[in-house]
Each structure stands twice: as structure tokens, then as C-alpha cells.
């Protein structure tokens, strides 16, 4: 049965550092996504990953895929308070059905 | 807005009981998914429904059931509710199989809450 982890589960940023979220994954996967949530709100899609050594850059995030070490990081550039939220990994399992299997979550706070 | 719509938002009943949540995927989209996210399990994929055809079941109770109609709105149908089963329900929808990224589009969520 996949597993997927997160760590750390929770990351207090300071303003204008760089932090770093990992994401393994258990079994082959040939896809895999970040999601973000806002407290109380739906998911927003910030990146899918395709193919091993993809990396997908918007703002201040960017994420990366390792399919030989099923790993997925999510780098965070200069963070700013906009990023606080919890940003979750999933990875599609189960072929065409694409269901996914996410992450704990890992819970963002930029502090000033 | 991911074009996803649930309703109702928020839904608050007794345990004993039975609700329905109604799901209309994107337009065009034909694959419509149900996740429940809650304290102590995080977030879980329920089942699948492909136009109109059961496609893959996750950790779905029995007591749960869904279907997809002919316009491809879904309904996911909780009965003999009990206290475990407040948690935040989404639907997420995905164009035709076969194109492009899979991606999942989520819709707002409906809260339950069984008291």
C-alpha cells in the first residue's frame, strides 16, 4: 500500500529565509502534486509533477520530483507571510484511476 | 474557484442519521472524486466515479455510497451517521482519462458535523 510522508509536519519561518518541505512517497509513482489550504478552505493546486527530474518554479515556491529516491521537495524562497498556510504532497496511485493519496500536511507560519 | 461546486456547505445532524452531498464537477470533466479530511485521518480518497461508472474505492465505509448521474453531478450518501464521521467532505473533479496531467480540481467542501 503507498505511503506518503511529509516533514517536518510544522515549520515556523522567519520572514526573507529559505525552508525547505520534503515528501516521500513508498511505491512507483508517476505523478505528484502540491496542494495548498488555507484554514477552513478548499485545496488550491500549486504544482504537478510529471517525470523524474522535474522542476516547477511559481514565485516563491518551487518544487522538484526524484522518482529514483521518491522524493518531492517544496523549496520556499524569502518567505513571506502570504505563504502561511499547510501545503500537502499527494501521489497518484492506482494507474488510470489517479486517485490520490496525500501527505500529512505540513503547517507553513511565517513569523515577522 | 476551481469551477467545482458542493453543496450544501455545512451540514450539522444527529447520529442515526442519513444525509446526501451533491457534487457538480468542472465542465467537461468526467472523472469526480470524494476525499474526507479529518483531525485523525487526514485527508482519505473515498471512491471514484468515471461518467458515470465506479472507477476505484478508497477507504469508503459501508455506510457510505455514491453515484455519478447522466449530466455527471455526483452524490455521496453517508447513513447511520456517527460522531466519527464529522469532517470536511470534498469532491475534486479531472477531465477525460488519458489527457494531460490528471489534475484534480477541488471543490469548497461541505463540514459535517454529527452531534
Known sequence: ???????????????????????NYSTTSDRLYWYRQDPGKSLESL???????????EGRLM??????????????TA???????TYFCAVSYGGATNKLIFGTGTLLAVQP | DSGVTQTPKHLITATGQRVTLRCS???GDLSVYWYQQSLDQGLQFLIQYYNGEERAKGNIL???SAQQFPDLHSELNLSSLEL?????????????QGRGTYEQYF?????????
Open chain 2, 62 to 64: 459501508e455506510r457510505f
Open chain 1, 47 to 57: 504544482f504537478v509533477l510529471l517525470s523524474n527530474g522535474a522542476v516547477k518554479q
Open chain 2, 84 to 96: 466519527g464521521d464529522s469532517a470536511l467532505y470534498f469532491c475534486a473533479s479531472s477531465p477525460d
Open chain 2, 107 to 115: 471543490g469548497p467542501g461541505t463540514r459535517l458535523t454529527v452531534t
Open chain 1, 1 to 23: 500500500e503507498l505511503k506518503v510522508e511529509q516533514n517536518p509536519l510544522f515549520l515556523s519561518m522567519q520572514e526573507e529565509k529559505n525552508y525547505t518541505i520534503y515528501c
Open chain 2, 25 to 27: 464537477p468542472r465542465s
Open chain 1, 79 to 85: 518567505a513571506v507571510h502570504d505563504l502561511s498556510a
Open chain 1, 63 to 76: 518544487a522538484s520530483l526524484d522518482t529514483k529516491a521518491r522524493l518531492s521537495t517544496l523549496h520556499i
